[in-house]
């Protein structure tokens, strides 16, 4: 009986590690996929960032014009 425990704990510890194996290996492709999310979004807010300096700037220009053009109005008197 000992062997016959023997081999069935060797064959608990095998169905274990196979059960850890595969944990690890689906934790792995869930880091990928999450490292991929990441990146994509990083991307996006770069994107988004570029956008948002590209509106300020046109904003502070549209802004100078308005200003110009009341000085020129103020300096004709009207």
């Known amino acids: 009986m000992d062997t016959a425990a023997g081999v069935d704990q060797f064959q608990l510890l095998e169905e274990k590690i196979d059960n850890l194996i595969e ?3 689906v934790l792995k492709r869930e ?3 999450i490292a991929e999310k990441t990146q994509i979004q990083e991307e996006k807010i770069a994107d988004l ?4 300096e590209s509106l300020k ?3 502070d220009s549209a802004r100078q014009k ?3 053009l009341l000085e020129k109005i103020e300096n004709i008197g009207i």
């Open 23 to 25: 944990f690890i290996t």
């Open 31 to 33: 880091k990928e996929s």
């Open 49 to 52: 960032n570029k956008q948002l």
């Open 57 to 59: 700037a046109g904003r």
């Open 66 to 68: 308005v200003v110009s």
